[in-house]
C-alpha cells in the first residue's frame, strides 16, 4: 500500500492514553500494563488487546490527571511504538495496522532515527566538529592541536546547576576550569544546615542557597520547566542526572522530582565526574573582586569565606570568568556594579508561603482516591496544585496594576525551610525528600512586582529589586522577634486583617512561627491581590480556605531581581568582555532546570570562542 512502507520504517508516537487510575498499577510503574494495552489497541482501533506484543510499546511519559473535568482522576501515556516488531505479527494482523491513518493528536508518525538528546552525543557531535578525534585533554585553536599546557583557563564562579553543567561542558572540552565556590561541599554543607535547623546556628556562607549545588541542592529538586521538556537541552540535562545516579523514572514521569535525599548522593557523583575530567574545585572560596584591564576581565580576586574578618586576597588569573552566583550573592552584585557591568532591575514575584495539611489537599484534590495516597508510598502521587489568578492585564495606562498571582515551587510532601543567607533578613521556601512523606503541603504564593514597585528604591540603581526584597525581609525578621522565628497568621485572619488570636495550627518550619499581622507586610495592593486571589481560588478548590492553613512570612527569592546584559549567542556580558552571567542570579534562568541548560549551552558557546572546537551550536 502507498505510503506504508514508511511508517513501517519509521517509529509511532501514541500520546493522550488515558488509563482509569483506579485500574493503573500506579505512579511507580513505568511497563506496559494490560490496562494500557487495552489504550493502545483503543488508539490503534486493533480489536484484540492481548494480541499485541508488550515489547512493541515504550513508555516515554506518564502523567497523573485529577482536573475536576475529567470523569474520574487517571493516568495519561505518551507511548512509542516500534513498528518493526509489529511486523513480526501475522501478516493478516499487520495488514490491519499497514491501513491505518494518523488520527490527530493521537498517532504521530516520526523519522526514521531518533535523535539521542544527551550530552554524551552532543558532546561528541562538537568534539567531531573540530577534526573528529578530539581527545580530551587535547584543544584544537584554528585546525591546530594546541599543547595542554596552552588550554584556555576558564573560573566558573558558583557550583550551582548552572555553573556545574558550564563547567562539564568546558571540561569535557578540553578547558582548564576551576570551579570557584563560596560554600562548603554537601557533606559539610549537611551538618550546616543541621546547626541551622537544629541550634539556630546560620552559617552565612554555607546554608540553603549558598554550598555545593547551589540553591537547589536543599529543595523539592522538581524537575519542571517552562523552556521545554522535549527541547534537546532538557533531554541531555535530565539523562545527565540519570547518569549521574538520579532515579530513570525523572525521564517518564510528567512532573519529575529528586527530592534532597537524591540530589545530595547525584552531586557528589558530579564532583567525582567533574574532577576526573580534571576541573579544579575550590570549596570555601569567595569571588570578591573582578581583575578588569582594558575592558576585559583578565581574572578574579578570591578570600577563604570561612573567615569572618576576611583572609588575605588571593588573585587568580583566567582567560574567561563564567559568573553562576544565584539570586543571592548580593555582595557579588554590589562588587559587578562597581565595575559598571550593564545590568538592570527585572520583575520578580513576592509573597508568602502557604501550608496546609498534605491530607487535606489530598482531599480537595482528589476524594476519591485521597486514602490511596499513603504518604507517597502508595499508588497515587501526593496532590499537588498549581494556581495562577491576573489582575487589570492588558491596561497599559495603569502598568503598576497588571498583576500576576500565582503559586509557586508547590512542595507536596514538604516542609517550610529558611532561606536567609543573614541573619538580620528572613526569607523562607520549600524543600521535600523523594518520598514527599511528610504530613505538610507547601507553596509559595507570590504577586508579581516590577520596576513600578522599585521606585522608593531608585537611588540604588540597578540594585532596586534586591533593596525592595531586602526591606520585606528585614520587616519579615523584625515581625517574628528574631532568632529566625517567622511572622505566621492563619489564612482566615490574613483575610480578615486581622492577628490571629487562637493558637496557630501546627508548622512544618522547625525554627518556630509568631502569630503576626502579615496583612501589614506588604503594602497595601501587593496584600489585596493576594487576599482576592485567595478568595477565588477558594471557590475552585473549596477547603482551601481552612482553619488549618497557615500562612508564613516571607517569600521574597523567587527569581533574580535582576538581569546582567549578556549578547545573545555568545553569553558574553554586553559591557565586559570576558565575563559569561548565567544562570538565575543573572536573570536567565528559574529553576534547576533551566539554569542547567542554561550553564550548558553558556559551555558550548565559550568552547567555541576560545577554539576548543570548530562548527554550530
Ligand atoms: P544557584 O543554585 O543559586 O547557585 C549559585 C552558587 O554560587 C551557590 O552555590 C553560591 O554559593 C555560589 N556563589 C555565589 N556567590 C559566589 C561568589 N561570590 N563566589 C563563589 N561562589 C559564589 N528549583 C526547581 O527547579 N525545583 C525546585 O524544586 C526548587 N526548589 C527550591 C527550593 C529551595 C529551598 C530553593 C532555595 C530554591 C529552589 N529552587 C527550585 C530554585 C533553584 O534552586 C534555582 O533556580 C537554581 O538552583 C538556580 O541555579 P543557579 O546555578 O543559577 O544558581
Avoid at 494556581?387 to 498583576?403: H, T, Y
Avoid at 483575610?495 to 512561627?513: A, D, E, F, I, K
Wanted: net charge neutral; hydrophobic share 35%.
Amino acid at each position: 500500500e502507498e505510503g506504508s512502507a514508511g511508517r513501517e520504517a519509521g517509529y509511532w508516537r501514541l500520546s493522550k492514553l488515558a488509563v482509569p487510575a483506579r485500574d493503573d498499577p500506579g505512579k511507580d510503574f513505568a511497563g506496559v500494563s494490560p490496562p494500557l494495552l487495552q489504550a493502545i489497541a483503543k488508539a490503534l482501533k486493533f480489536p484484540v488487546s492481548s494480541m499485541l506484543p508488550e515489547e512493541a510499546f515504550t513508555v516515554i511519559r506518564k502523567s497523573f490527571d485529577a482536573r475536576k473535568i475529567l470523569k474520574e482522576p487517571q493516568f495519561v501515556y505518551t507511548v512509542d511504538v516500534d513498528v518493526k516488531r509489529l511486523l513480526d505479527l501475522e501478516p493478516r494482523t499487520w495488514d490491519f495496522i499497514a491501513r491505518l491513518e494518523p488520527k490527530l493528536g493521537t498517532i504521530e508518525y516520526m523519522p526514521d532515527e531518533k535523535v539521542a538528546s544527551d550530552l554524551v552525543s552532543m558532546l561528541n557531535v562538537y568534539k567531531q566538529g573540530s577534526d573528529g578525534e578530539l581527545g580530551i585533554n587535547d584543544t584544537v585553536n584554528n585546525g591546530s592541536i594546541c599543547s595542554p599546557r596552552k588550554k584556555p583557563r576558564v573560573a566558573v564562579v558558583g557550583s550551582g546547576p548552572s555553573g556545574l553543567f558550564a563547567s562539564l561542558v568546558l571540561g569535557e572540552l578540553g578547558a582548564e576550569v576551576t570551579l570557584i565556590e563560596r560554600g562548603q561541599p554537601v557533606e559539610q554543607r549537611g551538618r550546616d544546615i543541621g546547626a541551622l535547623v537544629v541550634r539556630r546556628i546560620l552559617h552565612s556562607e554555607s546554608n540553603f542557597c549558598f554550598g555545593e549545588g547551589g540553591a537547589g541542592t536543599w529543595s523539592d529538586g522538581k524537575l519542571v520547566t517552562r523552556i521545554g521538556r522535549n527541547t534537546d537541552g532538557v533531554q541531555a540535562v535530565m539523562k545527565t542526572f540519570v547518569q549521574f545516579g538520579g532515579p530513570p523514572n525523572i525521564l517518564v514521569d510528567g512532573k519529575p522530582h529528586l527530592g534532597t535525599d537524591k540530589l545530595v548522593p547525584l552531586l557528589r557523583n558530579f564532583r567525582h565526574h567533574l574532577k576526573e575530567l580534571g576541573v579544579n574545585i575550590i570549596f570555601n572560596t569567595r569571588v570578591d573582586d573582578l581583575v578588569v584591564k582594558g575592558g576585559q576581565v583578565k581574572g578574579v580576586v578570591v578570600s577563604d569565606s570561612r573567615l569572618q574578618l576576611g583572609s588575605p586576597n588571593q588573585t587568580l588569573s583566567f582567560d574567561a570568568v563564567v559568573l553562576a552566583v544565584g539570586h543571592s550573592a548580593r555582595d557579588t552584585y554590589s562588587m559587578l556594579l562597581r565595575h559598571n557591568v550593564d545590568m538592570h532591575p527585572k520583575s520578580f514575584a513576592v509573597g508568602l508561603r502557604i501550608e496546609h495539611p498534605q491530607e487535606l489537599i489530598n482531599d480537595i484534590q482528589y476524594p476519591e482516591l485521597a486514602a490511596e495516597v499513603h504518604k507517597g508510598r502508595g499508588r497515587i502521587p501526593v496532590a499537588d496544585y498549581k494556581i495562577v489568578k491576573s489582575f487589570g492585564e492588558g491596561d497599559a495606562e495603569l502598568p503598576e496594576q497588571n498583576r500576576s498571582c500565582y503559586s509557586f515551587c508547590m512542595c507536596p510532601g514538604g516542609q517550610v525551610v529558611l532561606t536567609s543567607t543573614n541573619p538580620s533578613e528572613l526569607c523562607i521556601n520549600g524543600m521535600s525528600f523523594s518520598r514527599r512523606a511528610s504530613k505538610w503541603a507547601n507553596s509559595a504564593f507570590v504577586a508579581t512586582v516590577s520596576s513600578h514597585d522599585f521606585r522608593p528604591f531608585e537611588s540604588h540603581g540597578s540594585l532596586a529589586g534586591v533593596e525592595f526584597q531586602r526591606e520585606f525581609e528585614r520587616r519579615a525578621a523584625t515581625m517574628g522577634g528574631g532568632n529566625f522565628v517567622v511572622p505566621a497568621q492563619c489564612v482566615t485572619d490574613f483575610l480578615s486583617n486581622r492577628l490571629s488570636v487562637t493558637t496557630l495550627p501546627p508548622s512544618s518550619y522547625r525554627l518556630g512561627v509568631r502569630p503576626s499581622k502579615l496583612h501589614e507586610l506588604f503594602p497595601l495592593h501587593i496584600t489585596e491581590v493576594l487576599q482576592q486571589s485567595i478568595i477565588m481560588i477558594e471557590e475552585e478548590m473549596p477547603g482551601f480556605v481552612s482553619s488549618e492553613a497557615l500562612l508564613h512570612g516571607v517569600e521574597t527569592r523567587t527569581s533574580s531581581p535582576l538581569q546582567i546584559s549578556r549578547n545573545t549567542g555568545t553569553y558574553e556580558s554586553t559591557s565586559l568582555q570576558g565575563l559569561y552571567p548565567i544562570g538565575e542570579g543573572a536573570g536567565y534562568a528559574g529553576g534547576i532546570l533551566s539554569a542547567s541548560v542554561d550553564g550548558m549551552y553558556c559551555g558550548f558557546a565559550l568552547a567555541k570562542q576560545l577554539s576548543l572546537f570548530h562548527g554550530d551550536i
